[in-house]
């Protein structure tokens, strides 16, 4: 099942913050987060798995709430190369192994 | 430059036809995933493969098929092609078979259908 992505979409001057959520109704056992600019592939920023271990990016930090099947991605003091559409794509624990379901994107702009 | 290789980069084909899209995986990686985007739907995963073996199933039409060859590259044909298929299609890879690991995406192809 599809998770729900929200915003769904956000505008950011350069070196604010902002906060992406992401939720499912399903039980967890992966959230990955991906960036993809307009006209490119998506990009992988992070995974974060069930029981607290995280890989990624080193400048992004984001959250994984077991329990209630949430994560949120937190971008910080923003810079204009984090414009793009945020993904988080969800891993079941009773779906398939590997299979990611993505919700529906958020839009984020940065500005000058 | 993900390290996935996706041809041909555009397709323009009438209904009722059938193309092949080809993926190169990564360097050592096992897994190739297919996903569709299109405007309307975001990303929607289509299948995926793991060493050979098709390894879990997303809503792929039956008109779909795909495998993966022995020396791991990925195939997905389209085929009774309608207009509702015209869509960016991309391959991603990675070294295992669960989310445990990070997927790499293709630069996708992108399927116009007249």
């Known amino acids: 099942q599809q998770p729900v992505q929200s915003p769904q979409a956000v505008i950011l001057r350069e070196g604010e913050d902002a906060v992406i959520n992401c939720s499912s109704s399903k039980a967890l056992y992966s959230v990955h987060w991906y960036r993809q600019k307009h006209g490119e592939a998506p990009v992988f920023l992070m995974i974060l798995l069930k029981g607290g271990e995280q890989k990624g990016h080193e400048k992004i930090s984001a959250s994984f709430n077991e329990k209630k099947q949430q994560s949120s991605l937190y971008l910080t003091a923003s810079q204009l190369s984090y414009s793009g559409t945020y993904f988080c794509g969800t891993e079941e624990r009773t779906d398939s192994w590997g299979k990611l379901q993505f919700g529906a994107g958020t839009q984020v702009v940065v500005t000058p | 430059d993900s390290g996935v290789t996706q041809t041909p980069k555009h397709l323009i084909t009438a209904t009722g036809q059938r193309v092949t899209l080809r993926c190169s995986p990564r360097s050592g990686d096992l897994s190739v995933y297919w996903y569709q985007q299109s405007l309307d739907q975001g990303l929607q995963f289509l299948i995926q493969y793991y060493n050979g073996e098709e390894r879990a199933k997303g809503n792929i039409l039956e008109r779909f098929s795909a495998q993966q060859f022995p020396d791991l590259h990925s195939e997905l044909n389209l085929s009774s092609l309608e207009l509702g298929d015209s869509a960016l299609y991309f391959c991603?890879?990675?070294?295992?078979?669960?989310?445990?690991?990070?997927?790499?995406f293709g630069p996708g192809t992108r399927l116009t259908v007249t």
């Open positions: 991603a890879s990675s070294a295992g078979r669960t989310g445990n690991y990070e997927q790499y």
